[in-house]
């Protein structure tokens, strides 16, 4: 069917073609790829109306000028020639459903220059984030200079990108950004249907708590940072080959690990590494007694009416049993990572904890949680004095001050989503090994040298060897 009102991209292109890979990237030209984009964009309209259960054929295409008239036309000589050429191939029509989970949809023409007080006419609003996401709600702000873009929920992430010469890190093309939304899809993080959720729906968009997809590519993470360690391993010391898992289910019974849960399907699925040492200081858990003994939250009586609660697991303890103390800095500042639930232990005042990388805990009942992720307890605060220099987090942003969960997080979030979701366990895997392939990690007999204090790096100039680059 034919919609001349619309500058038609290629639609017959299909979806993988579209979208950014390594071998197929965003510009770098500081240029707009409207018709990869306005593709992208249509095919997202068109996947969250069939799942709305509507028949695409019931789909009135018009592109935005059309849709808005007057109001479009308005702001046309406020906008770059590429983008109104974006503007005139992507589709707009009555009723349709939120965008994408934390889009509304393409900004009405009232709102793309609705922050023009603190932003100037060189960004527009492309996209408006979902009402009731965040209070002051803003969304995706393109850079009509650079032809780049980032997100920002609400009014108050706008600092995090400003000016933009000092943040470049944060804003991408925006094929990249509707790249990273779609492979949100594709890997079932997001989905959209007209089921029932555990959480707040947003139109036909579900968040999940992590999805089987994700499973798949942590446990390939983790084979590919075993397999760089182990080669590094002279043979004759190398623990014997074993076809069993790292932890079977019974030995994760033993430990109280929740059943079924994203931790417990990576730890039965990935096989057991032979040698000790994963990274500086913390211990493969070659041994399920030790491993269930050093599980502190997972024999806490948990019941809440919402739904289910996950706890943090410690997947690899400190080798030399150092502990962390979770303690409130202040009445105001809270160090602790984890779930409220488990700010206080419901048998003990002590808030003292074996250090180590630990799975995210999350309450399944909310949205923009990650139980694929993870939080690395170390037993030493980072900028224990409010210095102005040291660890980093994704974001360029500085780790909260006597801060000791916050080494390899996201911090601002380019591609949605609030700061406080946990990065995401195969992202760690994939930057230990570029560790261990570059040679900043040395690997010895053990496994990786070094104990737990080798993070200390990240707050003594070293920050770059500690940093994950940014993503969903």
Partial sequence: MSHPHINQPDEDISLNELLVTPTHPGRTDNTL????????????????????????????????????????????????????????????????????????????????????????DRFVVLYNTYPGFVGHAVGLIYDQQLHRATMALGIEDIDFTQPVESHGELWHPLETILSNWWHMIQIGKITASQDSAPNEKHGPWIWHSYSPAQVTSAVASFERLSKAIEDRIPPDKLLPVSDEPLLNHAKLDEASVPNPCFIRSFLTSIRRPRFDR???????????????????????????????????????ASAERQTVNLAPINRYTSINPFCVIFHQDASSNDQL?????????????SV?????????????????????????????????????????????????????????????????????????????????????????????????????????
């Fill in 368 to 472: 923009d949680n990650a139980e694929e992720g993870f939080r690395l307890l170390l037993p030493f605060l980072f900028r224990a004095s409010g210095e102005e220099d040291g660890a980093r987090k994704s974001g360029m942003d500085l780790v909260q001050a006597k801060s000791v969960a916050d080494l390899f997080q996201h911090g601002f979030k380019p591609f949605g989503g609030e700061w406080w979701r946990a990065q995401r366990l195969e992202r760690l895997f994939d930057h230990w090994t570029y560790l261990v392939e570059s040679g900043i990690w040395k690997v010895g007999e053990n496994g990786i040298e070094g104990d737990i204090n080798t993070f200390k790096e990240a707050d003594r100039g070293q920050w770059a060897d500690y940093r994950i680059a940014p993503s969903w």
């Fill in 33 to 120: 790829d409207h018709g990869r984009c306005a593709a992208l964009h249509n095919k997202l309209v068109e996947y969250a109306w069939v799942a709305e259960g509507r028949h695409i054929s019931d789909l009135r295409r018009r592109s935005f000028f059309e849709y808005y008239g007057d109001q479009a036309n308005e702001i046309r000589e406020r906008l770059d020639s590429t983008l109104v050429t974006f503007l005139e191939s992507i589709v707009v029509a009555e009723d349709l459903p939120p965008f994408f989970f934390w889009v509304e949809g393409i900004s009405s023409p009232a709102f793309m220059f609705f922050y023009s007080d603190t932003l100037s």
């Fill in 278 to 316: 994963i990274a500086p200081g913390l211990v493969i858990p070659h041994n399920p007694a030790v491993f269930a003994a050093n599980q502190r939250y997972t024999t806490i009586n948990i019941r809440f009416e919402y739904g289910p609660i996950i706890p943090p697991i410690l997947i690899f």
């Fill in 353 to 365: 904890v074996l250090s180590g990388l630990y799975s995210e805990s999350v309450e399944r009942f």
